[in-house]
């Protein structure tokens, strides 16, 4: 099993629509969660940290369930810059560790 | 804030000779960096962890005498690629934490190598 999956898509959606990614995650022991976002060819940047209550900015809005070891990513009124692959990026040891990403979610957002 | 600075962002070069990629914290002390290295349509796969003044740990897979990594600062960590194969072209991307791992990790801007 993988240890962060990710449903590869790609999503096309209108723009204004919105979307839900979802990732699940194997390590059960994981403390931390983000979800980053990627651009073709050029390096993950960070969108937001996901937090256990549930965190929103702006239009993005992150939910973790750890019982299901589940992470999810709402994005509302979808622009056409929002259009890039979106990484479940978890921190397995919970401290200084490396990340261990999914393979990313692909998202085109269509005028 | 929390600027990593990564060079070269592109480098072609002939089987067999090696390649060194700098990654520089511009405006923090990094005491610990990771290398990453992403295929085409495949995650960030976690390289090695680099702590400065001590050794690298190297991820089961990792060849660690083919990937040289070099911490000798707290703003300056290097990886080179030794007697490179075109099985080594890839994206290779830094990245540092600043302060608390909860912020999340910076990232440079990446080295795209090819080697032909």
């Known amino acids: 099993r993988k240890e962060v999956e990710q449903d590869p898509g790609p999503f096309n959606v209108p723009e204004g629509a919105t979307v839900a990614f979802n990732c699940t995650y194997s390590?059960?022991?994981?403390?931390?969660f983000f979800w980053y976002r990627q651009d073709c060819r050029k390096e993950p940047k960070l969108l937001m940290s996901v937090y256990s209550s549930g965190n929103e900015d702006g239009r993005f809005t992150a939910q973790l369930n750890r019982a299901s070891q589940y992470i999810s990513l709402l994005i509302r009124d979808s622009k056409l810059s929002d259009s890039a692959t979106y990484l479940c990026?978890?921190?397995?040891?919970?401290?200084?560790?490396?990340?261990?990403f999914g393979k990313g979610t692909h998202l085109i957002i269509q005028p | 804030g929390a600027v990593v600075s990564q060079h070269p962002s592109w480098v072609i070069c002939k089987s067999g000779t090696s390649v060194k990629i700098e990654c520089r914290s511009l405006?923090?002390?990094?005491?610990?960096m990771f290398w990453y290295r992403q295929f085409p349509k495949q995650s960030l796969m976690l390289m090695a962890t680099s702590n400065e003044g001590s050794k690298a740990t190297y991820e089961q897979g990792v060849e660690k005498d083919k990937f040289l990594i070099n911490h000798a600062s707290l703003t300056l960590s290097t990886l080179t690629v030794t007697s490179a194969h075109p099985e080594d072209s890839s994206f290779y991307i830094c990245?540092?934490?600043?302060?608390?791992?909860?912020?999340?990790?910076?990232f440079g801007s990446g080295t795209r190598l090819t080697v032909v």
């Open positions: 405006d923090f002390q990094a005491t610990t």
């Open positions: 390590n059960s022991a994981s403390q931390s």
């Open positions: 990245s540092a934490i600043r302060d608390s791992y909860r912020a999340g990790y910076t």
């Open positions: 990026v978890v921190n397995p040891g919970g401290g200084a560790d490396g990340l261990t």
